[in-house]
């Protein structure tokens, strides 16, 4: 992209938005649609003379700023609409959302792996982080990350679930000090990538589409 800092720009702005919202107690502003990865690859156009079996690589991107404005002032327009919303059921909209999260978690490493506790190894994918790092350490770290998740799950509902952000700062000083003595730097580094195999991509033209897989 000719213009791609222009991502990281917004992601700096949101940034500060936040910190200053923060301080004066207003609500927390976020990234728009626009600015997601979606959205980026979305603007893609990839190669079409490719020979079969090839992964089709990218040619250009169109990079314009239609999307952008349309978006915001769609965003803009639903001020003016709140007597339309109120007719939408909140079952309407407690299903997409329920169906956003079950479509993105198919695409989730860690479901994927903790599918694999219940799988033969003869039957596992051949994945990165299955074939360079052990079964049983693999497990362990899917088991690891389940249990955190389980404890964060459980402290939301306790009365200190205001300090749940600090809770969640911890896991960094984990994964820093306290992995790297269970398990290898490779193995760590192969079981935090996500996504697909690098050797399936050696330009780095990796279609982040293949990620939203739909539940079959």
Known sequence: M???TGFHL???ISGVLITVCSIFGLPWMCAAPVQTMTHYNSLLVMSRTHAPGEKPMIVDV??????NLLVHIFIGLTMFSSAIFKL???SVL??????????SLFGVQLFKRFKLLFIPAKHHPDVHYVRKVQTGKMHLFTLIQLALLSL???IKTTSVAFFFPCFLILLVPIRKFILPRMFQTKELDELDKEGEDEEDYPDGDQDEFDHAALPS
């Not at 169109?62 to 999307?67: A, C, D, F, L």
């Not at 407690?94 to 479509?103: A, E, P, Q």
Request: aromatic share 18%; net charge positive; hydrophobic share 50%.
């Open 62 to 67: 169109r990079e314009q700023r239609v999307t």
């Open 2 to 4: 000719s213009k791609g």
């Open 10 to 12: 917004d992601l700096l």
């Open 152 to 154: 964060f799950v459980y």
């Open 94 to 103: 407690f299903g997409v959302f329920l169906y956003m999260g079950i479509v």
């Open 88 to 90: 939408v059921p909140m």
